[in-house]
């Protein structure tokens, strides 16, 4: 039994399955620009326009601009293995892919079931969020939309509307072919980059140098409402008394930025839609990364600089800022992009939530009606509109609070189990060709692995008990289906 659970798929059996003549293997459209800015129009979203304000406000301070180096710095250990599996193994599915080959079939289930709660709760998070931008533009506008279509059952409506609208539209163009949302997506980030710079280099008028004193403020007890199972992870095993601010609160600061950056690896997902892989996967992956990580820094310098930490905005700080100089009209402009950047961020997050899933019917370890490709246009049809179906039932009549968090978990996790399978891949199979290497092996995977865990005992008790409960639902379904109709069975 032990044997069967640990069993690996061949990688050459992999690579072979992604040119499988029933219609299982998806169609090669992507260069290496295309990956990057499907990294950046991912990565660049809700983190850059709300995470900023809270993670100031509520942890690190001025200092919150090494909370993201420092979330960077972990996100980019991650990517150089990711990078290196992404074009050895150019198969749809990434970490749960990867886990398959190294690992065996339970992990990779185990990694799978946990990229289902990442990218179907990201999707969902955003949507809500892209709702309610909207509506405050349009109510700028004096348009205003009943509560009973923007507000979900348990917060005073019957249906968010435009949420729900959302993520069918962006599913509607992700069926019509991965071209086509490359096409898109291009068009939605150059008008949010364009106002992201617009945020850093006019914002640079309004800095004042007494804003960054103390750069690190001194550490404090925090209110009640982060005492208990809200608290750390790691005050609560080694018994550190709660802090905010301080070097503490850049911790904590930077397991919360960390959402920010979730994103990059869902690039990983379309390797199978790449057209040069090996070399194009390390462009797109590490590329993204790093301009996003610069894009951060400075939009969390110049707003902090512009607006006393303690007085930041939880819920919109950059448009806040502008506010706070009577710059109204870049307010605006900035909710502009806030709408483009999260109709992105939905999109790419949905392409790779449906990759997976084929990627996991493909194998057997979910039904097989999920792994058809559309005949016309070369995209998971099925999977992406059963994957649509849903989220779009959460995002139009479910509040959703404080889980964000869960998509943090959900990504580190994903990222020690990468880390773990470079180390295990290279062991095992030395002679694979890598069109791309992990540097310093096994140091540098050993690192990410440590930096990786470490931000996870940062994040919450709560948040890690129902990661727990999640985990538990996953083992059920796959040893009720997924051990008895697996293809390596």
Known sequence: MANALFRTKNIEQSIQDTDEPEGHGLRRELSALDLMVFGVGVVVGTGIFVLTGTAAKDYAGPAVALSFVLAGVVCGLAALCYAEFASTVPVAGSAYTFSYTTLGELPAWIIGWDLILELALGVGVVSIGWSGYLNSLLSQAGLELPEAITAAPGDGGKVNLPALLLVLGVAAILVFGVKLSARFNLVMVTIKIAIVLLVIFAGLFFVKSGNYNPFVP?????????????????????????????AMGIFSGAALVFFAYIGFDVVATAAEETRKPQRDMPIGILGSLVICTILYVSVSLVVVGMQRYDMLSSAAPLAEAFRSVDKGWIATIISIGAVAGLTTVCMILMMGQSRVFFAMSRDGLLPPLFARVHPKYGTPHVSTMLIAVVVAAIAGFTPIHEIDVMVNIGTLFAFLVVAASVLILRRTRPELPRAFRVPLVPWLPILSMLATLWLMINLSGETWLRFLVWMVAGFAVYFFYGARHSRLR
Not at 220 to 245: C, D, R, W
């Open 218 to 246: 001194d550490s404090q007890p925090p209110s009640s409402g982060h005492g208990g199972l809200k608290a750390p992870l790691v005050q609560t095993l080694f018994g550190f008394e709660p802090q905010i601010y301080g």
